[in-house]
């Protein structure tokens, strides 16, 4: 039953993106994040379902007449540049036929990402755009979250399976990277800050706000249910900013005391044990692989420093790889470089490594100059809100990151797409601003539309 829905879903999406082809973009990024066909049992688990809508929107792209020319911003610059020096270092790759099969790959999540901002702008697209993002992961932490209470944490919070983030630390971080997201989006529909238009009626904003934030919490939880010591750092990286963007900081408090104090709400003594392997790291067999690996992939890049070994570099075997180790352990473990750094690094060398933090870096720093010149702009303070979120999405991203290979998962270039729009949008003169809705509570005292400390 699944499969048919799902099927009929994607057929009737085909004639609605060749008229309106943002919603391919849309869909694409739904369909990469969410993986419904994850959820299926028959037919549709093979259906090539993200290369179909992503055809149909490129043919549906060159049709549009509503479209823009990618704006040539620093990022779009480094981000083609990144593809070419992966190209080189798959040309000398030690594999080069899986290096090659990879960039393949993940071309397709570039050439998306460089489509983005051609079809979407404007405060509507921007804002569904954000919204299909962030409640694609935000799913999983709605269904992983009821799944730990209802079973008092006993279980471990796993990702779709078959899919990318079918592992519990991959849908940890999946799940911290969107949580801003959900919480300024909770804010938005409450305070009806956007107009998304058809099919969400003005009436039901504040019901689906409230919804937004049940979700929130529960991706807390189940972030905490996916048992990773990864995805707990990665929280405890961003728990900080959201805290400070939070209203009613005294009843979360409170609440917080009640229950540990009062009730005495714990968590379960599995997963602390879990947690209390970080401080004891070095008599933890999986600990002690990721730091052999990140050994592996230094080594790798000191003998290659330009070029790296290439994509898909682990297929080496296993006594090739434990010849780059410093230190050999009593296992035998699936070969993976367990850090987005050292995964670079180790594929790309030195040179790759430098291009990819300055892509990282300069993505930041134009969230940030959104954040702060947006503030003060009238009709454009949502876009502070949602440069915000993203940051410290980022921030999640490259903290729990240091303990995943995730270099190339598509919420991060999602991310960085969504950067390139919105600074546009910043830059758009006042008098060719698209015709939105955009209400905002009264001002306060500092001049901004909600107190300060206070956004979601």
């Known amino acids: 039953?699944?499969?048919?829905?799902?099927?009929?879903?994607?057929?009737?999406?085909?004639?609605?993106?060749?008229?309106?082809?943002?919603?391919?973009?849309?869909?694409?990024?739904?369909?990469?994040?969410?993986?419904?066909?994850?959820?299926?049992?028959?037919?549709?688990?093979?259906?090539?379902?993200?290369?179909?809508?992503?055809?149909?929107?490129?043919?549906?792209?060159?049709?549009?007449?509503?479209?823009?020319?990618?704006?040539?911003?620093?990022?779009?610059?480094?981000?083609?540049?990144?593809?070419?020096?992966?190209?080189?270092?798959?040309f000398?790759?030690?594999?080069?036929?899986?290096?090659?099969?990879?960039?393949?790959?993940?071309?397709?999540?570039?050439?998306?990402?460089?489509?983005?901002?051609?079809?979407?702008?404007?405060?509507?697209?921007?804002?569904?755009?954000?919204?299909?993002?962030?409640?694609?992961?935000?799913?999983?932490?709605?269904?992983?979250?009821?799944?730990?209470?209802?079973?008092?944490?006993?279980?471990m919070v796993l990702g779709p399976s078959g899919s990318f983030l079918s592992g519990n630390t991959y849908i940890g971080l999946a799940m911290i990277m969107v949580l801003p997201l959900l919480l300024v989006l909770a804010r938005v529909f409450s305070q009806k800050w956007v107009e998304f238009g058809w099919p969400v009626r003005e009436a039901w904003y504040k019901?689906?706000?409230?919804?937004?934030?049940?979700?929130?919490?529960?991706?807390?939880v189940a972030i905490l249910a996916t048992y990773s010591r990864g995805a707990l750092v990665g929280l405890l990286a961003v728990a900080p900013f959201l805290f400070l963007r939070m209203k009613r900081k005294w009843l979360i408090v409170l609440v917080a005391v009640f229950g540990v104090g009062v009730v005495g709400v714990s968590a379960p003594e599995r997963l602390i044990e879990r947690w209390s392997t970080i401080k004891n790291y070095e008599e933890d067999t999986s600990a002690m692989q990721r730091v052999q690996a990140w050994g592996v992939n230094w080594n790798m890049a000191v003998e290659r420093p330009f070029t790296g070994m290439g994509m898909r570099n682990t297929v080496m075997g296993y006594q090739m790889w434990i010849s780059y180790a410093n230190f050999e352990g009593g296992w035998r473990h699936v070969l993976s470089p367990h850090s987005v750094y050292f995964q670079i690094l180790g594929q790309h060398g030195f040179g790759g490594l430098g291009v990819y933090l300055m892509l990282m870096m300069l993505t930041y720093?134009?969230?940030?100059?959104?954040?702060?010149?947006?503030?003060?702009?009238?009709?454009?303070?949502?876009?502070?809100?949602?440069?915000?979120?993203?940051?410290?999405?980022?921030?999640?991203?490259?903290?729990?990151?240091?303990?995943?290979?995730?270099?190339?998962?598509?919420?991060?270039?999602?991310?960085?797409?969504?950067?390139?729009?919105?600074?546009?949008?910043?830059?758009?003169?006042?008098?060719?601003?698209?015709?939105?809705s955009l209400r905002l509570e009264p001002k306060s005292s500092h001049g901004h539309p909600f107190p300060r400390g206070e956004a979601a």
């Open 92 to 155: 000398f790759a030690f594999n080069p036929n899986g290096a090659w099969d990879q960039w393949v790959h993940v071309m397709k999540i570039f050439l998306m990402t460089f489509v983005t901002p051609m079809l979407i702008f404007g405060t509507r697209r921007i804002a569904w755009l954000i919204l299909i993002s962030a409640l694609s992961i935000g799913f999983y932490g709605f269904k992983g979250g009821m799944f730990a209470i209802s079973t008092g944490g006993s279980y």
């Open 207 to 220: 019901p689906i706000g409230i919804g937004v934030y049940a979700v929130f919490w529960l991706t807390v």
């Open 365 to 436: 720093m134009t969230l940030g100059r959104i954040k702060r010149a947006a503030r003060s702009q009238k009709g454009k303070q949502w876009l502070s809100e949602f440069a915000w979120a993203i940051q410290v999405g980022m921030i999640g991203y490259l903290v729990a990151g240091a303990f995943l290979d995730v270099a190339y998962f598509n919420l991060i270039y999602t991310f960085i797409a969504l950067a390139i729009i919105m600074r546009r949008e910043l830059d758009k003169p006042e008098g060719k601003a698209e015709a939105v």
């Open 1 to 90: 039953m699944r499969d048919i829905i799902l099927f009929l879903i994607v057929c009737g999406l085909v004639p609605v993106i060749l008229k309106r082809p943002w919603i391919g973009v849309l869909a694409w990024f739904w369909v990469g994040l969410m993986v419904p066909h994850a959820l299926t049992w028959s037919f549709m688990r093979s259906f090539p379902i993200a290369a179909l809508i992503g055809a149909v929107t490129l043919v549906a792209l060159i049709l549009a007449k509503d479209r823009r020319p990618i704006p040539f911003t620093r990022e779009v610059f480094l981000l083609g540049f990144f593809a070419a020096y992966m190209a080189m270092t798959s």
